[in-house]
């Protein structure tokens, strides 16, 4: 009951930030990006917070517990893929988006090129995220699980309530300031589960003969390590409506390239930390019903309880923070891409508020239904969603930022191929290599051709 109890007085200090922040929020403007005044340590802290979540916590460390030391490619993609963020595309889309009020990267589709691919990606994005929201609660269920043993419906219910209610009272805005105390907990809790981690297993030196040489300890490959990670996570890192649309809260583009470029480093220099605590769980609990248990288990059964405590709490808000990212993609996308552009292009400031307050809830309602009847784990949800996001975005988006050739006909026929053979690929064939590719991949090499080939047919109408 102890940890159950930090675990409940943690999530009211987030609700309570949340909402006294709320309180300052002075329209949709605050809501979407901030009043774009975020310096590089709030951004840093913001994408951090959403960037460190279920599938770089209670991820890395199930495939840790699996694969071995090459789990650390998941995050280690993240960084990748955030590094070029940081010093290409974020400063240029930033540039355009104070340009131009962009509020959400639907409104940058339409303005380089057409309504049709803002409602194509604005409908294909809610559906990835709702798979992806999914596998946050089904993190945030191991984690309650473990500690009290609550069963899946009242740990996603829990988690789904804890995130919208801070996030609908203010939007990014609130969700900017919970996140400076949800990363604070992070980083805190996993500095000191390392060490005391590696002391259960005899140190250093333990820890290395805990395991026989071999493919478990490759920092390149072992199980759907490596490349595979790298074309899976990445292009979403560079992409993702949620990650640049943090980024259009920034105050200015040096802002971009320091906050952002913070949060690729502080990726690459946490990527190794969940797969080895992940092997440690191994080392002592070699046969878990689940892998998701494995980070949980560590800290509740193997740590102090004081410091499980903090390593518990620091996953719970692993989880929460990645899941109002994504309660933020949900409610720009439906409520600026969808309901105002198409719907009530007249809406009022306070009418295009309560739909995107009202966009959330009903997001977090259909991940809740989603994750009840999900059997597979953590990783397994949330490669639905960046196979998806990464295929039918990262085309356009690339393409149109720094290509002037093709429009809006190029970018469709882009989203339309990649997606289908990336899908048809992963039906039959699985996730693995085929052909010396992964379907992520064949998905991005198709859409690009497709972009190139009807780019060069078809001359692109100038707005």
């Excluded at 639905?384 to 930022?401: A, K, R």
């Excluded at 998905?443 to 080939?453: D, T």
Aim: charged share 10%.
């Amino acid at each position: 009951m102890a940890y159950l109890l930090v675990i409940v007085v943690y999530s009211l200090a987030q609700i309570a930030i949340g909402v006294w922040t709320a309180r300052r929020m002075k329209g949709s403007g605050d809501f979407f990006v901030a009043g774009r005044a975020l310096g590089p340590g709030l951004l840093a802290a913001t994408l951090l917070a959403a960037n460190i979540g279920a599938g770089s916590t209670i991820g890395a460390a199930a495939r840790g517990y699996r694969d071995g030391f090459a789990a650390w490619w998941f995050v280690g993609s993240a960084a990748i893929g955030s590094t070029v963020l940081a010093v290409w595309v974020g400063p240029r889309i930033w540039r355009l988006a104070a340009a131009h009020d962009f509020r959400t990267v639907g409104d940058f589709l339409e303005w380089r090129f057409d309504q049709r691919v803002r409602a194509v990606i604005a409908s294909l994005l809610w559906l990835g995220t709702v798979a992806i929201l999914s596998g946050q609660l089904l993190a945030m269920a191991a984690v309650l699980g473990t500690i009290v043993g609550l069963g899946k419906t009242a740990s996603c219910l829990i988690g789904a309530v804890v995130a919208s209610t801070y996030f609908v009272a203010g939007g990014l805005k609130s969700s900017v300031m919970v996140n400076v105390l949800q990363l604070g907990v992070k980083l805190i809790g996993f500095a000191l589960a390392l060490p005391l981690a590696l002391a259960v297993v005899g140190g250093v030196d333990g820890f290395h003969h805990a395991f026989p040489a071999g493919p478990y300890w490759s920092g390149w490959s072992h199980g759907a390590s490596g490349w595979f990670y790298v074309a899976m996570v990445a292009p979403n890192f560079i992409v993702s409506p949620g990650i640049l649309q943090k980024v259009y809260g920034a105050r200015d583009e040096r802002a971009v390239r320091i906050g952002v470029g913070v949060n690729a480093l502080v990726l690459l220099l946490f990527a190794a930390i969940p797969p080895i605590l992940g092997m440690i769980a191994r080392s002592q609990h070699p046969d878990l019903p689940s892998i998701d248990a494995a980070l949980p288990v560590l800290f509740r059964y193997d740590l102090p309880f004081w410091v499980g405590a903090v390593g518990l709490a620091a996953i719970f808000s692993a989880e929460v923070s990645a899941a109002d990212a994504l309660l933020f993609m949900l409610a720009t996308s439906f409520s600026q891409d969808l309901y105002k552009r198409f719907m009530n292009p007249g809406a009022s400031d306070r009418q295009l508020l309560a739909c995107a307050r009202g966009a959330a809830v009903a997001g977090a309602v259909l991940a809740v239904l989603v994750a009840l009847v999900l059997a597979a784990d953590v990783v397994d949800a949330l490669g639905i969603f960046y196979t998806l996001l990464g295929v039918s975005l990262f085309v356009p988006v690339v393409s149109g930022l720094f290509s002037r050739r093709g429009g809006a006909a190029a970018a469709l026929c882009a989203v339309a191929g990649g997606v289908a053979i990336a899908a048809a690929i992963e039906l039959t064939q699985g996730r693995g290599f085929f052909h010396g590719l992964t379907p992520p991949m064949w998905g991005i090499a198709l859409a690009a051709a497709a972009y190139a080939i009807v780019a060069a047919a078809v001359p692109r109408r100038t707005p």
